[in-house]
């Protein structure tokens, strides 16, 4: 039982807020992709010569999905995120290597165990759900 077990949810901090907020999320998006411009056979996914872009919707995306602000679908819509990756061959060895820059940049980080899990644990059932493709052959 956490000790704010007696506060109202509407009173307590969002995880976002607890994970440290926007400085947070900001850091593991820019070492996420600063892991996948030196990953050719991922970078090779990436649509876009420049990654910023990039970066900028899946930091916003994150920041709303943790409880921050809502950014993400006030510009993107609603995630879909399964719809929205369907262009991209996700394979298995994608999101490993996906999986690998993410938890990477989540290590330069410094969240309280409870949070550092949850976010660990979230990425990775995200990154299971959006595999779309077989490896090859
Ligand atoms: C499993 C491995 C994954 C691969 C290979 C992958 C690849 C990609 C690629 C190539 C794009 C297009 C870049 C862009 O223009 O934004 C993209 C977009 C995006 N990805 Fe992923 N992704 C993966 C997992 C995830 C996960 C786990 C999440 C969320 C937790 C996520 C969230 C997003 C978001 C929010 C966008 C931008 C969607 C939009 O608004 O257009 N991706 N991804």
Redesign the pocket.
Known sequence: MSDDADVPVTAQQSPYERMGGHETFARIVREFYRGVADDPA?RA????EDLG??EE??RM??EQYWGGPSTYSEQ?GH?R?RM??VP?A?TPT??DR?LHHMLAAVDTVDLDPQADAALRDY?VR??NM??NAPDPA
Do not use: G, K, N, T
Not at 45 to 48: K, T, V
């Open positions: 991922l996914l990436y649509p876009e872009p990039a919707r899946l995306f994150l993107r995630p995120l929205r990756h991209f996700v994608q999101r996906w990425l995200a990154a959006l595999v």
